[in-house]
């Protein structure tokens, strides 16, 4: 008996009229799973079983290996330890006034959050009431004092998940999505850059979000009290006596700080309007790539990464524009981009033609 006369004996094996007997219920149940069975067998093995049991299938033998200690995980520093070791408090110092003096926030008007919200619904406006926090980690911490690879790193974020309106309620938002470049643009890049005559380079763009404006909803940030005991603005929320001038002051949040829902697809337009305004054509169908018809360059960019590819005599003058649209950092040759390092090679072939190319290091 083969797995379809199981499944027409479950339903031929009922009378016309129902049979609520045990020993009935027992034989179709018995039915099906034999069919559940079959089934299981021919979606595993690609074979039409024979009999109304499937034969036992072993599995492939499971790699298992032994423990494995955590590995080049950052160190997790507490608040507390973060204001009484001098580099970290260092690193926190400079990363909050590099956010300032970029404009992500503006210090022209201070409010309480609870002001904020109440004259907003008094006017029938919508605005955001978010928070912003700092994460701080230390690099290489399993690396002897002094090594210049050991370091403090603290990153300010906007806390997307902790959100909301005049009314307390959740906040929505754009939900516009960015489209970054394909692996497949890369390769391309990297194919027209492998031509007679052509090259490829590539560059990161400095603190990419908070170039970009935030658009969408007006929306007000809490500072935590790490921003607000800056030495330099302590005086806009302390009195002379010390005693603060706020409960929960906020400012207007200006530029797309990381974590916010929108900051990637705002930087995306930044970039793309910044790209097209310096002579750079969308290709089509073919997102965050373009192409510079005078110069014949193909440019990609994967969010913060940006490569360029085509003849080597006009990759200077592309960088040059680039760097006028937005800011950047030093451009290399072909190196570690998208988590590989691309080494370019050439190669003389059995019929004595030269080829050049990358290849592709994982390791």
């Given at each position: 008996m083969n797995w379809?006369?199981?499944?027409?004996?479950?339903f031929m094996s009922a009378p016309a009229e129902?049979?609520?007997?045990?020993e009935h219920w027992k034989q179709c149940t018995d039915h099906m799973n034999s069919f559940l069975d079959a089934a299981e067998h021919c979606a595993l093995t690609g074979e039409m079983s024979t009999t109304s049991t499937p034969q036992e299938h072993s599995h492939r033998e499971k790699s298992v290996l032994g423990y494995v200690g955590p590995a080049c995980v950052a160190r997790p520093v507490s608040r507390k330890e973060a204001s009484d070791n001098p580099k970290a408090k260092a690193a926190q110092d400079k990363e909050w006034s590099r956010?300032?003096?970029?404009?992500?926030?503006?210090?022209?008007?201070?409010?309480?959050w609870d002001d904020i919200a109440r004259d907003a619904r008094k006017k029938n406006?919508?605005?955001?009431?978010?928070?912003?926090f700092g994460i701080m980690v230390e690099k290489g911490s399993e690396l002897p004092e002094?090594?210049?690879?050991?370091?403090?790193?603290?990153?300010?974020?906007f806390q997307g998940n902790n959100v909301v309106t005049q009314n307390w309620e959740a906040a929505l938002f754009q939900d516009l999505g960015s489209s970054p470049a394909?692996?497949?643009?890369?390769?391309?890049?990297?194919?027209?850059?492998?031509?007679?005559?052509?090259?490829?380079?590539?560059?990161?763009?400095?603190?990419?979000?908070?170039?970009?404006y935030l658009e969408g909803v007006d929306t007000w940030i809490c500072l935590p009290d790490e921003c607000i005991q800056l030495q330099s603005y302590r005086h806009l929320f302390f009195d002379k006596k010390g005693n603060r001038k706020h409960r929960k002051p906020c400012v207007r949040f200006i530029k797309a700080l990381y974590g916010h829902p929108d900051a990637g697809s705002c930087w995306e337009l930044h970039c793309d309007r910044r790209m097209k305004a310096f002579g750079f054509e969308p290709i089509t169908d073919w997102p965050s790539c373009y192409f510079h018809k005078k110069l014949r360059l193909m440019l990609m960019v994967y969010v913060d990464d940006f490569k360029i590819a085509g003849p080597r005599?006009?990759?200077?003058?592309?960088?040059d524009l680039i760097c006028k649209a937005v800011e950047m950092g030093r451009n290399e040759g072909p190196g570690l981009f998208l988590?590989?390092?691309?080494?370019?090679?050439?190669?003389?072939l059995s019929t004595g033609v030269q080829v050049r190319g990358l290849s592709y290091n994982m390791e």
């Open positions: 379809i006369e199981d499944t027409e004996n479950v129902i049979d609520d007997s045990e956010l300032i003096d970029r404009g992500v926030w503006s210090y022209n008007e201070i409010r309480e406006e919508t605005v955001h009431l978010g928070r912003i002094g090594d210049p690879n050991r370091k403090f790193k603290y990153r300010v974020v394909s692996m497949e643009a890369s390769k391309a890049a990297d194919a027209y850059g492998s031509f007679p005559g052509h090259d490829m380079e590539q560059a990161d763009a400095e603190q990419a979000y908070v170039q970009a005599a006009n990759l200077k003058e592309c960088w988590g590989c390092n691309h080494e370019r090679f050439e190669r003389t």
